[in-house]
């Protein structure tokens, strides 16, 4: 029996490029060393790939806020609204793990659709 092969790496790295496409840092507007950061560690299933748990932010901006948690969960309460956070974390509490395959296709469509979510001014 062929051994199922796991697409959640596949999904992260998709989910990773479709928040970078932003194309700037959404703290500091950088444009350099563009990374994926989540609102709600990657460590909730699901919500590892939801758009709304995850802004494109410079190395530097992500290194600041993975050091200082107060900070992050107050600016992304700032940025992304109290209401958007609380429901990420209800979901990532009370929701299991997507269909991995699924969600590597649903990302695969997006990223040749474009994500308009991820742009920011």
Not at 56 to 68: D, I, K, P, Q
Request: charged letters at 25%.
């Amino acid at each position: 029996m062929p051994r199922r092969q796991n697409q959640r790496p596949k999904a992260d790295r998709l989910f990773s490029q479709l928040i970078r496409e932003a194309g700037r840092c959404r703290r500091c507007g950088s444009t350099d060393h563009l990374q994926c950061a989540h609102i709600l560690s990657r460590s909730y299933s699901a919500t590892r790939t939801d758009e709304r748990n995850a802004v494109c932010l410079c190395r530097s901006c992500h290194m600041f806020f993975t050091h200082r948690p107060l900070e992050w969960d107050l600016w992304a309460r700032q940025t992304i609204g109290s209401s958007v956070v609380d429901a990420l974390r209800t979901l990532a509490l009370t929701h299991v793990a997507p269909d991995w395959k699924a969600e590597v296709a649903r990302l695969e469509h997006l990223s040749l659709i474009g994500l308009p979510t991820t742009k920011h001014p």
